[in-house]
Each structure stands twice: as structure tokens, then as C-alpha cells.
């Protein structure tokens, strides 16, 4: 394997550009936890372990961020895929208040970890717009903004007007304003809360990828490939961090 598996990958994707050499930590024997797996989820679990005061791991097949932590739009918004009215329509006005809530509390993390850390990855509150292509969208939007009250979310319906007071776009009827959302490069992230974990103690290397796991008294056994050559490590507890590689 080459010093960087995908030598063309920083020409591909945005932010993935001027990523800095391959990490090649050397690795102990044994750990307390591996973490398998270099994306936002991996580095934050690495970050929050060593951090804590466990001798942790973590190994990467590729670059971080190679995948979807790094190939993403970086926008950083609160919620989930079902929007609030669907959220309150399925669990009822409390529990969906909740759930909203644990998105705000993982985005206040982002800020967090970010200002702790020192992590320049260019992170805005800045807001967002849903836009309205007719007035159909934005009867839509008015329910969804009905709900985002009943939940205890913020909101703002623009009308025409409104809207062209903030971006120039005459062909929209109107927009609805997330203002909790925001903006990041999600790869400076990624590696940002490595940089802050290795400080930590954590031992990171890339394009070691991982073939064999299993258990073994009590313990965890994984084997990996880096390169040319191969090696073992033993942990108390293994994290599965890879999102749909694996």
C-alpha cells in the first residue's frame, strides 16, 4: 500500500484538500479501547477516551475523514431526517421536544469540543433557509414552523420580502430561517479532534486497515495491514466506527 491510499483523493473531494501527511503513530501491544475507524465518530470517540484517561487506539484504513465525514455538504443543522412535524406526529409534543434537544446538545458539542481544543474548522452559527419555490412550499413551511413551536424550536417564516432583504434570489416565493444551524468543514473536524486526541495520548495511525477481529478471553484481537507489513493488538473494548465500510 502507498504512503497515502488514495493519492488523488485530495483533488477529488473539497474538503479533503491540503489534508496534511498520513499519521503513523507507532503502536503498542495493548489498550484499553481501539476505536476502528478515522471519521467524526471514530476521532470523537479516540478524543473523548484519551482524553478521559484511557490508553486508546485508533486505526484507519484509508485517510480520516476519507468517507462520509469528508464528503459531506458541512452543514451543521439541528435535527433529524423525519422533520419536526413528523417528530410530533410519532411521539407526541414531549418526547419529540427531546429528541429535538439532543440534536441542539450534539451541536452545542461541535462548538464545544471546537473552542476547548482549539480546532480551526471554520464553524459558524450562521443560520439557514429552507427555500419556497411557490406558495404551496410555503404553506408547508407554516405547518413546519407550527410544529418547531410546539417543540420548543426556533424558526422564522420569510415572506418575499424578507427573504430578499438577506439573499438576492427574486425567483423564490419566501423561505423558512433555521436560525440554530450552521456551517463547518467536517474533514478540519475530523482532524482537529485527532490532532486533540493524539495530545491526549491516543495513538492514531492511517491506512492500517483492520482484517480480523475477535474475542479472546474476555479481550478484544485485531489484526491489521499496514503496508507491507502486519500486526496485532489487544483491548479491553473495541468501537466499530466505520459507517457502511466495514
Do not use: K
Not at 413546519?144 to 424558526?155: D, H, K, T, W
Not at 474475542?215 to 499496514?226: I, N, P, Q, T
Request: some cysteine; proline content about 4%; overall charge negative.
Amino acid at each position: 500500500m502507498p504512503d497515502d491510499p488514495d493519492p488523488s483523493a485530495s483533488r477529488r473531494f473539497f474538503w479533503l484538500r491540503g489534508a496534511p501527511a498520513p499519521r503513523r503513530q507507532t503502536l503498542r501491544r495493548r489498550y484499553d479501547a481501539l476505536v476502528i475507524g478515522g471519521g467524526l465518530a471514530g476521532c470523537s470517540a479516540a478524543l473523548h477516551l484519551a482524553a478521559g484517561g484511557a490508553r486508546a487506539a485508533l486505526l484507519e484504513g484509508d485517510r480520516l475523514a476519507a468517507g462520509a465525514s469528508g464528503r459531506n455538504t458541512g452543514m451543521l443543522v439541528a435535527g433529524y431526517a423525519p422533520g419536526p412535524g413528523q417528530l410530533l406526529e410519532r411521539f407526541g409534543a414531549e418526547r419529540a421536544a427531546i429528541s429535538w434537544q439532543i440534536s441542539l446538545d450534539a451541536m452545542a458539542l461541535v462548538h464545544e469540543l471546537t473552542q476547548r481544543y482549539g480546532i480551526d474548522c471554520a464553524l459558524a452559527r450562521s443560520g439557514s433557509l429552507y427555500a419556497a419555490w411557490d406558495a404551496e412550499d410555503m404553506d408547508e413551511f407554516a405547518d413546519e414552523l407550527a410544529a418547531r413551536r410546539a417543540i420548543g424550536a426556533g424558526g422564522e417564516l420569510l415572506d418575499r420580502a424578507a427573504l430578499q432583504r438577506r439573499v438576492q434570489a427574486p425567483h423564490l416565493h419566501g423561505a423558512l430561517f433555521s436560525p440554530e444551524d450552521g456551517m463547518l468543514n467536517p474533514a478540519a473536524l475530523v482532524r482537529g479532534m485527532a490532532d486533540a486526541a493524539a495530545a491526549c495520548g491516543a495513538d492514531i495511525r492511517e491506512g492500517a486497515r483492520v482484517t480480523e477481529v475477535e474475542e479472546d478471553a474476555g479481550l478484544v484481537r485485531a489484526r491489521y495491514r499496514s503496508g507491507q507489513d502486519e500486526g496485532e493488538l489487544i483491548a479491553g473494548h473495541v468501537i466499530l466506527a466505520t459507517n457502511a465500510y466495514a
